[in-house]
């Protein structure tokens, strides 16, 4: 029996089919629609019969959500799964095929969402916006190039390596370590330039002073002298704080508008 694989054209399909996973969203399987769908070249190349194509898509209509961009990899790894599967059915159960899909969805998810929206898509905004504050034209273009090409970059290799590499790859970064070295250092990244953001674009000071023997003394220059930009990082512990308890963003977002409007007609701001 000659032996089935997947084509460059069969994965050139899958990868741009990817860009509507989130097409046929639904809250009871969420993305299942979309991963089915990018997943059907891959299925009408390995299997011949309407039964074994009936039965693959029905596998990848299961539960299904994660990081759009992130998702090229499983797909990847879903494909080397099945091409295994469609030429060895006795070796692979392919029950395993879904069980290793739902249980890459939660790690690439979270490393999906801090290095995209935690990290790249902060740094993008920052340069962004300190780009359209002085009126440059370049601010919005930098902000969509920095955010999407590194989106663009991981969707690409990671279904690449995915079906490359297959199962074992995971296994291999999981066992090696690499897998909390990544994690460890988007969250040192991600905090650097949320810190750097606060200090540089959130400018809360006070206009308070008073005079002490003959002379002027503003509060803004001694809380300067005891911590530069404190009043800024008050404001960001204070407000993650009320998000930590469970406070709603929209809430927050409408109080500390009306509490700054406030503060600052009283002159405390």
């Known amino acids: ?128 916006v300190s780009f359209s504050k002085q009126g440059n034209i370049l601010g919005p273009i930098l902000f969509f190039v920095l955010y999407n090409l590194p989106a663009t970059l991981l969707r690409v290799f990671g279904l690449k390596y995915g ?10 970064v999981q066992k090696n370590g690499v897998m909390d070295q990544i994690m460890q250092i988007v969250g040192i990244v991600g905090m650097m330039v949320v810190g750097g953001m606060v200090a540089t674009m959130l400018p809360v000071t006070t206009p308070l002073k008073f005079a002490m023997s003959g002379a002027t003394i503003k509060i803004q220059s001694i809380l300067d002298k005891i911590i530069p930009e404190m009043l800024p990082l008050l404001a960001t512990l204070l407000v993650f704080w009320l998000i930590r308890k469970k406070v709603s963003t929209s809430k927050l977002t409408i109080s500390v508008l009306i509490l700054g409007i406030l503060l600052h007609v009283i002159g405390i701001l």
Request: charged share 20%; hydrophobic share 40%.
């Open 1 to 128: 029996m000659n032996k089935k694989t997947l084509t460059k054209k069969d994965l050139h399909s899958i990868f741009w089919r990817a860009f509507a996973l989130q097409g046929g969203f639904n809250y009871e399987k969420m993305q299942n629609i979309g991963y089915a769908y990018a997943m059907e070249p891959a299925i009408k190349r390995l299997y011949s019969s309407a039964k074994d194509r009936a039965a693959a898509l029905k596998r990848h209509l299961a539960l299904f959500n994660c990081t759009p961009a992130m998702t090229p990899t499983i797909l990847g790894i879903s494909c080397a799964m099945e091409e295994q599967y469609a030429n060895n059915p006795d070796e692979i159960n392919p029950d395993s095929i879904n069980s290793v899909k739902a249980s890459l969805m939660a790690p690439f998810s979270g490393i999906g969402d801090s290095i995209l929206f935690g990290t790249f898509r902060v740094i993008a905004a920052g340069v962004g």
């Open 163 to 172: 079906y490359e590499w297959g199962v074992e790859s995971l296994d291999k």
